[in-house]
């Protein structure tokens, strides 16, 4: 089994940063693509960034050149600058895991929220 555990989220004014963390722990093999997601209030859960294995990295357009995707080992990172207000979401850690029997497994964290005032 895998857990996220995200951390980071908090209050901030537009303008601002944030530094979202996410650690992946447990049993498995290797992690491949790691990204970070979003959902706002009545919206939809939408993609905001991810990263490859190999270090291959997407964002979603409303957050390219303001929004950068980072890992280390088994921890992803999300460094938000430059907020808007219409950033307001819970953000979301997931990871695609390859596990001891060879399965890919897709795992979320729990979320942490971000609220940015304008």
């Known amino acids: 089994q895998v857990q996220l555990v995200e951390s980071g989220g908090g209050l901030v004014q537009a303008g601002g940063s944030l530094r979202l963390s996410c650690a992946a722990s447990?049993?498995?093999?290797?992690?491949?693509?790691m990204a970070w997601y979003r959902q706002a209030p009545e919206k939809q859960r939408e993609l905001v960034a991810s990263i490859t294995g190999g270090g291959t990295t997407n964002y979603a357009d409303s957050v390219k050149g303001r929004f950068t995707i980072s890992r280390n080992k088994n921890t992803s990172y999300l460094q938000l600058n430059n907020l808007k207000p219409e950033d307001t979401a819970v953000y979301y850690c997931?990871?695609?895991?390859?596990?001891?029997?060879?399965?890919?497994?897709?795992?979320w964290g729990q979320g942490t929220q971000v609220t940015v005032s304008s």
């Open positions: 447990g049993t498995f093999v290797s992690i491949n693509t």
């Open positions: 997931n990871a695609q895991v390859l596990d001891t029997r060879i399965r890919t497994i897709g795992a």
